[in-house]
Each structure stands twice: as structure tokens, then as C-alpha cells.
């Protein structure tokens, strides 16, 4: 028998609800107005109405005003950059020149900067509503410790989802390459390090919060050997694979004049068109490589604004969608794109599919689309992440819609998201925990972090 008492406990930890619109970005794509979204052990319990019964949750939050989305998910980042923002003597050159500013300030990286920019710039990331982080370390400066392991412990303390890509470089100017010597590894010291992490942080239970992948920085700063290497050691422990490619017709010629070959032709060569394989940037691929990309099913991490910033081009979103290829969205590291948003890339995303191919291509559910399902996909997590369905990771974003700049905005709350603002995301949760609650991080350390990132920074940008 059922007394009061049993009626009273809740069935839920989370209840989001009445929200303006809930934006699911399930299999159906379903968009409920006053819908609700309830959250029990970190996995979406239920997904309703106002007509359909709600559980007693023991947590509830009131999303009248609001648009509430799945959390977006990140495909694309370099963390550490952050030390190095908007840094003035490598503001005006391309790729390459940044690139070669950049290297020897990085070559001072140890594990307090990694922990320090990975805590500062996860929590930039959830403040706009970033659930899912991925983050790309390729500069291992001989002695300066774990990294990774740095990164993971921040990540781990703000309780953020996160995939630490394992990054490398073994080619140095004297190689050919663009890094300086101290910065890049042996083949055989990555691969190990590669495994190490894996073995030692790579969740393989669904709704895992920390995973690792495997990153080879670009064709033009690792061997031909540890390229394929390291496709054949992810392949052996089942993990992503990730690296940049076809970001800068530089690189085009360089492929080119190095090995004969365009950098997706190179792709093929050492073994990485596969599905396990998400990319970063693919500006510059043809027409006959985006229907190679695609029907490889190889992902694509667009960062709109790094590519804008840099000079490098506009990448052929609409074009690789339609060949196949899941196409995620990514903020780039924040010495380049410099800032850390990812409705700011959404919206960017969103201007530039328009300049592309006119007015009527490329609306915010397309943004909202590859800022969610689509990183899921680039991250092998489709249906885990990226999306409100029962079973899904209880990640969420809720975004007023309210204020000046929403003002008469009425018609359509996903269109209104992107095209007004700026906004802020006013709850991140991951997971049914709050990272971010009424716009400010729950975690109690930013202030002292930001004065550590402070001075980690002034050290790392202090002459050479
Ligand atoms: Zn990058």
C-alpha cells in the first residue's frame, strides 16, 4: 500500500521546467513549449509537457523565460592557449608565423599552467553552456610533468565532461618542422605517454566524464611513421582519433612539397580515414575530398571564429554535412579565436553559413544542431550526449531569453537564441549537478585560480 509519506519521495534528483521551449535535439528533434526535463542518478529520467505528469524531484527549477538545450559539447580547443590571450606580437600573422611566435612562450608549460588554464578555461566554457569539453595538449616541454594528468584533475574539480586529447610533435626546425627542439618527443616516448593516459583516465562505462583520445598535432609537426603508429595504437585500445587538417592553403603546399600529397590524400596514407577520426578545422578540402571525408564518415571540428582570426577561411560546413561527415564546433584554442564561447561560434557558424550559400541556409537549429548532436557524433557519443532523451547524460544549458536584447523576440525562441544576445548561459548542469548556477561557477576557487593564472601567465609571456 502506498501511504503519503511514499507519494512524497522524489523520483527525481533534478526537475527543469516550463520552459519557454525545450529544445531536445532528439532522433525526432522535438521542441516543446513548457516542456520539461527531468534528471535522476546524472541521466535524463524524463522529457515532457505541460500536459504529461511530472515526478517530485527533489530539486526544481523554474525555466519560465527561458530556452533550455542540451549542454553543447566542445570538438575543439587547446586550453593552455589561454596563458597566451590576445597576445600582441602574434596578432597580425597567419597559421605558420603564430605558430612560430607562439612556440618558445609554450615551451615554458608545466603542470601548474596546465591545471590553472584547463580550470580557467573549462569554467569560461560552462558559462556559455559548454557541458562536453575537448581539449588538444600537443607542447610536452621535456620535464615539465603530466600534463594531461593536471588537466584531468581540474576538469575533474569543476565536474565538467572532458575528452584530454593526447597531442604530440616530433618534428623540430631542424626536422623541417616549425616547433622549436625542446618541445617535441620521440615516436616511441609518445606512444608509451599515450598509453600511460589511457590506461590510467580513459572512462569506458557509458555517461563516462573523463575520456582520453589520441592527437598527433598536424601532418606538418609529426612524422609519417607516428601518424600511422598512432592510428594503429587507438585502434588497439579502442580510443578517438583526432589531429588539425586542411586548415591553411600553407598547408596544402607543404603536404605538397613534403610528401607529394594533399593533406586528405596524406590522411588516407597513414591509415586515419576511418570513423574514429574527427578532425579540426578541414577548410581547404575539394569537392571530390569532402565526399571522400564523408563517406569515410570522418568528423569535422568547425571553429569559425579561429578561422576568421587567423585568416585561414570559410570551411565547407553545409558541403561535408551533406557528404556525411558529422561536423561538431569548436572555439580553437584561445590564443587564436581568443575568445572561449560556444554560442559565439554557434552564432558565427550560423553568419558564415550564410555568407556561404544566402539567407535561407544555415539557421540557429543548424548551429544548435552541430553544437550538440554533432559533437556527439565527432566524439563517438551519439545518443549520450549532445541531446535530451531519457537515457542521455543529464547535461543541460538553461538560456534566459530575457532583457533589452531579447525584447520582441516572440516567435521563435531558437532563432531569437542566436540571432539576439550576446547571452550567457544562467544554469550548466552536467550530468544533473550544477557547474554553473544563476551565471556564476558553483565551484568555490575561481578567484584564486584567476590570480594563479595570473601570474602563471606573466611568467610564460615574460621575454625570452
Ligand atoms: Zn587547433
Redesign the pocket.
Known sequence: METTADLLVPSADLLVHDADLLATVDDGRREIAGGWVAVTGGVVSGVGGPGDPRPVAARTVDARGCLVTPGLVNT?H?LYQNLTRSFAPALTGGLFEWLVTLYPLWARLDEEAAYVSAYVGLTELALAGCTTSTD?LYVHPRGAGDLIGAEVRAAQDLGVRSHFTRGSMSLSVKDGGLPPDSVVQDDDEVLAESQRLVDAHHDRSPHALTRIALAPCSPFSVSTELMTRTAELAERLDVRLHT?LAETQDEDAFCLERFGRRPVDYLADVGWMSDRVWL??VVWPSAEEVTRLGAARVGAAH?PS?NMVLGSGLSPVAELRAAGAPVGL?V??SA?ADAASLWLEARTAMLQGKLRHGAGSFGARDALEIATRGGAACLGRTGEIGELSVGACGDLAVWPLTGPAFAGALSDPVEAWLRCGPVAARHTVVGGRFVVEDGVPVHPGLDEQLAVHRRVSERIQAPL
Open positions: 575543439h587547446h588538444h588539425h579540426a578545422h571553429c579561429s569548436g580553437d584554442g587564436s
